[in-house]
C-alpha cells in the first residue's frame, strides 16, 4: 500500500525546518510496551535554546508509523512508558 504525502504536512514540515535548520532529534533508547514503540531522547533547536527533553511514542502498523506523538519528559511519562 502506499499513500500520497499531504500537502498540508510537507508544507507545515518545510516551514518549521526553515525556521529551525539546526533542529536535530536525539533517541537515547528504544522500548517496544504493548504494541507501542517509546523513545526517550531529547531535541536541539539551535546554539542558544536549551536542549529539550521528551519521550516520542510510535505506532506501527503493516511497516508504516500510523500515530507519532512526543510528551513531555515528565516522571509520570516515563512510568507510564516504562522507560
Do not use: Q
Not at 500500500?1 to 533542529?23: C, L
Not at 536535530?24 to 539551535?46: H, M
Amino acid at each position: 500500500m502506499s499513500y500520497a504525502p499531504n500537502s498540508y504536512m510537507t508544507e507545515g514540515w518545510t516551514a518549521f525546518i526553515k525556521g529551525f535548520p539546526e533542529y536535530r532529534n536525539t533517541f537515547e533508547k528504544i522500548v517496544k510496551k504493548d504494541g507501542l514503540i517509546c523513545i526517550p531522547g531529547y531535541a536541539y533547536w539551535k546554539e542558544d535554546y536549551p536542549y529539550d527533553p521528551v519521550n516520542w511514542t510510535a505506532v506501527i502498523e503493516d511497516h508504516m508509523i500510523t500515530e507519532w506523538r512526543v510528551y513531555e519528559d515528565s516522571p509520570e511519562n516515563r512510568t507510564r512508558f516504562n522507560l
